[in-house]
Nanobody, 120 residues
Framework: VQLQASGGGLVQAGGSLRLSCADS????????MGWFRQAPGKEREFVAA???????AYANSVKGRFTISRDNAKNTVYLQMNSLKPEDTAVYYC???????????????WGQGTQVTVSS
C-alpha cells in the first residue's frame, strides 16, 4: 500500500485548497480514509475521515469549512479546505484504516504529508 498526498501550498487566510491522496496496492473502496495534521511543536491531530460507506466525521475545528470526499474509481480521497485560517497551518497526512475513528493509532498506512501554510 502506498499513499501519495498532494495539493498543499501557501494560501492567504480566507482562501481555499484541495488536498488529494491517491492509494495504490489494495482495494481502496473497502477501507476508511482519514486526514490528520501536525503543526510545529504540536501533536498530530485528527481532521476528517470517510468510511467505505461514505459516512464522514470531522474535527470540531474544521466543521463547516472542510469537506472530505472519495472517488473509488480513482482510488483517491480529497480534502476540500475553505475559509482557511492561519491556525490551519500544518503538515497534512492521509491515512488508511478499517474504521472512521479519530485515533491515529488505528490507521495502518500513512502518506508522506503535504505542507499547508496559511498566511494572515
Amino acid at each position: 500500500v502506498q499513499l501519495q498526498a498532494s495539493g498543499g501550498g501557501l494560501v492567504q487566510a480566507g482562501g481555499s485548497l484541495r488536498l488529494s491522496c491517491a492509494d495504490s496496492g489494495r482495494t481502496f473502496s473497502s477501507f476508511a480514509m482519514g486526514w490528520f495534521r501536525q503543526a510545529p511543536g504540536k501533536e498530530r491531530e485528527f481532521v476528517a475521515a470517510i468510511a467505505w460507506t461514505y459516512a464522514t466525521a470531522y474535527a470540531n475545528s474544521v466543521k463547516g469549512r472542510f469537506t472530505i470526499s472519495r472517488d473509488n474509481a480513482k482510488n483517491t480521497v480529497y480534502l476540500q479546505m475553505n475559509s482557511l485560517k492561519p491556525e490551519d497551518t500544518a503538515v497534512y497526512y492521509c491515512a488508511s484504516g478499517i474504521r472512521v475513528v479519530a485515533d491515529s493509532g488505528k490507521y495502518d498506512y500513512w502518506g508522506q504529508g503535504t505542507q499547508v501554510t496559511v498566511s494572515s
